[in-house]
């Protein structure tokens, strides 16, 4: 699934992130050691959430299309004023991925996927 990629994309963006991030701390002191540590756990905590948005999101899990369609909401917020600023390239970079998803989110056969029963409902 295209959206399912997508997911797991922006995940390892927020992932490589997170990494320039560890780099800036040990190579520069933080203004404020608790706020520093607390992004730093907080872009951990989003590529693992969207880690697990994409990788159920592919098994068919209904509840993955609310996840993803609210963090490619998020991405728009903020890919837009970078598109707007002058920093064309990182605002395409941040607008383009979840204008694909948000577009195959509402596709048909992407909510026949997600909206199937593994099982049928036991009789009583």
Same mark, same amino acid.
């Given at each position: 699934?295209?959206?399912?990629?997508?997911?797991?994309?922006?995940?390892?963006?927020?992932?490589?992130?997170?990494?320039?991030?560890?780099?800036?701390?040990?190579?520069? =002191?933080?203004?404020?050691?608790?706020?520093?540590?607390?992004?730093? %756990? +907080?872009?951990?905590?989003?590529?693992?959430? +969207?880690?697990?948005?994409?990788?159920?999101?592919?098994?068919?899990?209904?509840? =993955?299309?609310?996840?993803?369609?609210?963090?490619?909401?998020?991405?728009?917020?903020?890919?837009?004023?970078? @598109?707007?600023?002058?920093?064309?390239?990182?605002?395409? %970079?941040?607008?383009?991925?979840? %204008?694909? %998803?948000?577009? +195959? @989110?509402?596709?048909?056969?992407?909510?026949?996927?997600?909206?199937? =029963?593994?099982?049928?409902?036991?009789?009583?």
């Amino acid at each position: 699934m295209v959206i399912a990629l997508v997911l797991v994309l922006e995940a390892l963006a927020l992932l490589t992130a997170a990494a320039f991030y560890v780099y800036g701390l040990t190579t520069s =002191t933080p203004a404020s050691f608790g706020g520093a540590v607390f992004m730093l %756990a +907080l872009l951990l905590l989003l590529a693992g959430w +969207l880690l697990a948005v994409g990788h159920f999101l592919f098994r068919g899990y209904r509840w =993955t299309r609310a996840a993803a369609l609210v963090w490619q909401l998020f991405m728009f917020v903020l890919g837009f004023p970078t @598109l707007t600023s002058g920093y064309v390239i990182y605002g395409l %970079a941040l607008v383009i991925p979840p %204008a694909v %998803a948000l577009l +195959l @989110l509402f596709d048909k056969r992407v909510i026949a996927y997600v909206s199937k =029963t593994a099982q049928p409902p036991a009789a009583l």
